[in-house]
């Protein structure tokens, strides 16, 4: 199967990127001046380099998850690395910014398109990427309160949680695997013909790495959790440019929350509100007021949106072109 081709961009496509780029710049810019006087306080130790280091590191590591992208796809479907780069910018910006989780359908959307492929079988490479992604952030934050625990003399408890990393690890790399072979014993039995067999065929094709070569899932894994090394430096970075005096721990335990805050209360503004809610409660146990953290955490967001956004918008621009082609050709065909 080969990857459609990305169109290039126009100048207008790229003007728009460019307005696209500053008004995203301009919300972030907007939250720092109504927030209340206290934030200032933070806000007066900001590094601007930090803060360009950050974005930068950002961007970055969403090559790496181009590269646990492309891992999960046999090496005949795999597509141009720089598509997946961009693609996994596209995908994290939609699941921020569009309400009610519905970022989740314009992901399995936008990996269809990446991939040209039947929904059934991107269904089941988004549920890979999905599986691999939350199931290391998770790793990620009950690391982070492992530390913090040990670090605090709390040993049982922080014991048992870093038990619980080591179990959640195996189980990460076991459960595709076992998943996957059970589903394919599964076809066969189904009606010949029928489209329950067809669509859990294209089903079973998407899970395949998983359960045919996994060397290959083994190293998207890996990947997942190298995209979180570079994202919490990142983050890191970016927390230090705004004055925030956050340990490292404590932000991979704030950066599990922020997500999973967001993920049990949906809100129209994407994941914003919720996450910064997350956010705040986490970052207090560095010592940050509520409020403060909440409204710092929504510039750190913001920021890390912006990268996300700017990521993957040559891959939202071009795909976006080819759908309103479509679209164009369909009518014309009538």
Same mark, same amino acid.
Request: proline residues 6%.
């Given at each position: 199967?080969?990857?459609p081709?990305?169109t290039?961009?126009?100048?207008?496509?790229?003007?728009?990127g460019?307005?696209?780029?500053?008004?995203?710049?301009?919300?972030v810019?907007?939250?720092?001046?109504?927030?209340?006087?206290e934030?200032?306080?933070?806000?007066?130790n900001?590094?601007?380099?930090?803060?360009?280091?950050g974005?930068?590191?950002?961007?970055?590591?969403?090559?790496?998850?181009?590269?646990?992208?492309?891992?999960?796809?046999?090496?005949?479907?795999r597509?141009?690395?720089?598509?997946a780069?961009?693609?996994?910018?596209?995908?994290?910006?939609?699941?921020?910014?569009?309400?009610?989780?519905?970022?989740?359908?314009?992901?399995?959307a936008s990996?269809?398109?990446?991939?040209?492929?039947?929904?059934?079988?991107?269904?089941?490479?988004?549920?890979?990427?999905?599986?691999?992604?939350?199931?290391t =952030?998770?790793?990620?934050?009950?690391?982070?309160?492992?530390?913090?625990?040990?670090?605090?003399?709390?040993?049982v408890?922080?014991?048992?949680?870093?038990?619980?990393?080591?179990?959640?690890?195996?189980?990460?790399?076991a459960?595709p695997?076992?998943?996957?072979r059970?589903?394919?014993?599964?076809?066969?039995?189904?009606?010949?013909?029928?489209?329950?067999?067809a669509?859990?065929?294209?089903?079973?094709?998407?899970?395949s790495?998983?359960?045919?070569?996994?060397?290959?899932?083994?190293?998207a894994?890996?990947?997942?959790?190298a995209?979180?090394?570079?994202?919490?430096?990142?983050?890191?970075?970016?927390?230090?440019?705004?004055?925030?005096?956050?340990?490292?721990?404590t932000?991979?335990?704030?950066l599990?929350t922020?997500?999973?805050?967001?993920?049990?209360?949906p809100?129209?503004?994407?994941?914003?509100?919720?996450?910064?809610?997350?956010?705040?409660a986490?970052?207090?146990?560095?010592?940050i007021p509520l409020a403060?953290?909440?409204?710092?955490?929504?510039?750190?967001? =913001?920021?890390?949106?912006?990268?996300?956004?700017?990521?993957?918008?040559?891959?939202?621009?071009?795909?976006l072109?080819?759908?309103r082609?479509?679209?164009?050709?369909?009518?014309n065909?009538?």
């Amino acid at each position: 199967m080969n990857s459609p081709r990305p169109t290039p961009l126009t100048l207008s496509k790229k003007i728009f990127g460019a307005v696209f780029a500053l008004a995203l710049l301009a919300l972030v810019v907007l939250a720092i001046r109504r927030s209340p006087a206290e934030i200032f306080s933070f806000l007066r130790n900001a590094q601007p380099a930090f803060l360009a280091a950050g974005f930068l590191l950002n961007t970055l590591a969403f090559g790496v998850r181009a590269f646990r992208f492309n891992l999960l796809l046999p090496s005949v479907d795999r597509i141009r690395f720089t598509t997946a780069w961009s693609l996994s910018g596209a995908t994290t910006f939609l699941l921020q910014v569009l309400p009610f989780r519905s970022g989740e359908i314009a992901s399995w959307a936008s990996i269809r398109a990446a991939l040209g492929a039947s929904w059934a079988r991107s269904a089941a490479v988004f549920a890979l990427v999905k599986l691999l992604d939350t199931a290391t =952030l998770l790793l990620a934050g009950l690391t982070g309160a492992a530390w913090l625990l040990l670090s605090r003399g709390t040993h049982v408890l922080g014991l048992s949680v870093a038990a619980l990393v080591l179990f959640g690890a195996g189980l990460l790399l076991a459960l595709p695997f076992a998943g996957g072979r059970l589903l394919a014993s599964l076809v066969p039995r189904l009606p010949a013909e029928g489209r329950r067999r067809a669509i859990a065929h294209e089903v079973a094709e998407g899970l395949s790495v998983a359960r045919e070569e996994p060397g290959s899932y083994v190293l998207a894994a890996a990947a997942a959790s190298a995209f979180l090394a570079l994202h919490i430096p990142a983050l890191w970075l970016t927390a230090r440019g705004l004055g925030l005096p956050i340990h490292p721990a404590t932000l991979a335990v704030a950066l599990f929350t922020s997500i999973a805050t967001a993920a049990v209360l949906p809100s129209p503004a994407g994941t914003f509100g919720p996450y910064e809610s997350g956010f705040a409660a986490a970052v207090a146990l560095d010592g940050i007021p509520l409020a403060g953290g909440a409204i710092l955490g929504g510039c750190l967001h =913001l920021l890390t949106t912006l990268a996300a956004g700017l990521t993957g918008l040559p891959f939202l621009l071009s795909h976006l072109s080819r759908l309103r082609e479509n679209r164009a050709s369909r009518r014309n065909a009538a």
